[in-house]
């Protein structure tokens, strides 16, 4: 319980220098806006089936846009070293994990969202009509793109040219969240059957145990 | 000195890969006492003080706590127990020095906590400056913003890393008065600082570091000197 009243603090305080700082945020969105309008104009989407390609089209860009936002959050507190004042204030330092994690699901939720309206008003996408199995899917991939991400970003916060190694570390990591994703994506927008989906037993397996495996393992990545 | 004194060090040490930072320091800290730790760049100072944080594991050795071995378990619990102030500023420039005080208040989960804050704000001659945001504060302001975020939880140990670095002779001397009321709320302090000067009038207890090995641990003597004592403790070093 205690753990849990702390990770929410933290939540509100992520949520509260987010939108003050607004720098990855706006980023994040404007990466995700540019994009989309890229594709509108340079691709030819007469007559396409888009909910193979698209579904792909669209998570390479939450991938990208996804970590602008998340790399930053714990390379935000080095700054002023206060990552070492959360540690000092925490009893479980898990609390510090849960925190920056439901902060960032919370983005990539937001995200998502914004991209699945932009993919449906200026790609045409078929998402309209499967807005609740896409929110099903987008939840599930969020939640272990959020574990993995947030765990990174604690992993390399304090090394020199952190910004970089993030992606180089991070992708090859997201490889099979994102098959998963994009299968289920296509599957949910072509109004496809998503349970009994093996990519649907990979996708929640990748979630709890990495979930699972990064709460249990921040306190080692947290200290020196 | 108690039976068991209250933080105790045993024979810690740390490398890096091949790098050996410490190497076997023993020493002990009681409450109602300040420890200067100095030593030479290199010394293994500041390793040191971020194993007694407990932000860093040692290679070897152990800490006590009022006689008891801080394992694996319990070292959250233990650092919720210290304050730790660096020359870094553990404050978030994007919330106001009010909200920074909030959000650690309300993680130590300490109660009556806006008293409290009000209290700290005052003491600390900061409630004129309760909604600037921390960045936009002036650096002996931030220092005393960080002063008073570590006294929110009322800690047993204090540990400062170069905490006069970048202040002002107005701030240098603001601290130095409030190190030394120290003594009266009976914390065991330990500080490592480059400026002699402005420590030595505080210190109580004296530990010398050189080449991450302890030189000398024991009663601090006369202020006039212990610079001499550095001198050969350390071959001439400056500190």
Not at chain 1, 140 to 157: H, K, P
Not at chain 2, 61 to 88: D, M, N
Not at chain 2, 146 to 175: K, M, N, Q, V, Y
Not at chain 2, 222 to 227: A, T
Request: hydrophobic share 50%; aromatic share 12%; glycine share 8%.
């Amino acid at each position: 319980m205690r753990l849990l009243r702390s990770a929410l603090i933290v939540f509100g305080k992520e949520i509260r220098e987010e939108a003050r700082r607004k720098e990855s945020f706006l980023a994040s969105f404007f990466f995700s806006f540019i994009s989309i309008v890229l594709f509108h104009f340079s691709l030819d989407l007469t007559g396409a089936d888009l909910s193979r390609e698209g579904s792909g089209l669209l998570w390479l860009i939450i991938l990208f846009a996804g970590s602008l936002f998340t790399g930053n959050s714990f390379r935000k507190e080095e700054e002023n070293g206060t990552f070492q004042a959360l540690l000092l204030a925490v009893s479980d330092s898990g609390a510090i994990f849960l925190g920056k994690y439901l902060a960032n699901l919370a983005f990539m939720t937001s995200l998502g969202f914004f991209l699945l309206f932009l993919s449906g008003a200026l790609l045409n996408m078929p998402v309209w009509n499967a807005l609740l199995p896409l929110a099903f899917v987008f939840t599930l991939v969020n939640a272990g793109y959020s574990s993995l991400a947030t765990m990174i970003s604690a992993l390399l916060s304090k090394e020199k040219g952190s910004a970089l190694l993030y992606p180089l570390v991070l992708y090859p990591l997201l490889v099979p969240l994102f098959m998963a994703a994009a299968a289920l994506t296509g599957t949910a927008m072509a109004s496809g059957p998503l349970l009994g989906s093996p990519w649907l037993r990979l996708l929640v397996l990748f979630d709890i145990l990495f979930f699972v495996a990064c709460m249990l393992l921040f306190e080692y990545a947290a200290e020196e | 000195m108690g039976a068991v004194p209250f933080l105790e060090v045993r024979e810690v040490s740390r490398s890096y890969g091949r790098a050996s930072a410490l190497e076997k320091v023993s020493f002990f800290a009681e409450k109602g006492r300040n420890t200067l730790v100095l030593g030479p760049n290199g010394a293994g100072k500041s390793t040191l003080l971020r194993i007694l944080a407990l932000l860093t594991r040692p290679s070897s050795g152990i800490i006590l706590w009022e006689g008891e071995p801080v394992c694996a378990k319990k070292r959250g619990e233990f650092r919720t127990r210290l304050g730790y102030l660096s020359h870094q500023l553990f404050l978030y420039n994007h919330l106001s020095a009010e909200e920074n005080l909030e959000f650690f208040a309300a993680l130590y989960d300490i109660p009556a906590r806006e008293q409290k804050i009000v209290g700290l704000m005052e003491q600390f001659g900061l409630a004129s400056h309760r909604s600037k945001l921390a960045g936009e504060l002036s650096r002996g302001m931030q220092q005393r913003l960080s002063l008073a975020r570590l006294f929110l939880s009322d800690p047993e140990l204090l540990i400062l890393d170069e905490p006069f670095t970048g202040l002002d002779e107005e701030s240098s001397e603001a601290l130095r008065s409030f190190l030394l009321s120290l003594r009266r709320f009976n914390k065991a302090v330990l500080l490592v600082t480059h400026e002699v000067r402005e420590a030595r009038e505080i210190a109580d207890d004296l530990l010398i570091l050189d080449r991450g090995r302890t030189r000398y641990f024991g009663e601090a003597p006369p202020s006039g000197k212990i610079m001499d004592l550095y001198h050969e403790k350390t071959e001439g070093s400056p500190p």
